[in-house]
Nanobody, 120 residues
């Protein structure tokens, strides 16, 4: 059973930075990444990284502010979030899949999520 465990969430102020981490119990996957979900909203893609070639992709609302990376030796995935805004407030989920797509319906494994709250 694959396990993904997020850490690093918390309460910060507008303009602050925060780094989320995700520990994976095994690998490899085709892709790993982060989604977020705010109350009353659909789960949206934040960032994704492919295991081969390390290609990255970002949601439009976080481009230029967030950066995804991984440490293969430690089976870790990271999300560096800079210049945080109140609209970034959400539960952030680590996700992984061995399928070729990265939409929510194509994700095989989810973490339990970590809350990020950005105060104005």
């Amino acid at each position: 059973q694959v396990q993904l465990v997020e850490s690093g969430g918390g309460l910060v102020q507008t303009g602050d930075s925060l780094m989320l981490s995700c520990a994976a119990s095994e690998r490899p996957f085709i892709s790993m990444g982060w989604f977020r979900q705010a109350p009353g909203q659909d789960r949206e893609l934040v960032a994704v990284i492919s295991w081969i070639g390390s290609r990255t992709g970002y949601g439009d609302s976080v481009k230029g502010r967030f950066s995804i990376s991984r440490d293969d030796a430690k089976n870790m995935l990271y999300l560096q979030m800079n210049n945080l805004k109140p609209e970034d407030t959400a539960v952030y989920y680590c996700a992984a899949t061995r399928r070729t797509g990265f939409k929510p319906a194509e994700i095989e494994y989810w973490g339990r999520g970590t809350q990020v709250t950005v105060s104005s």
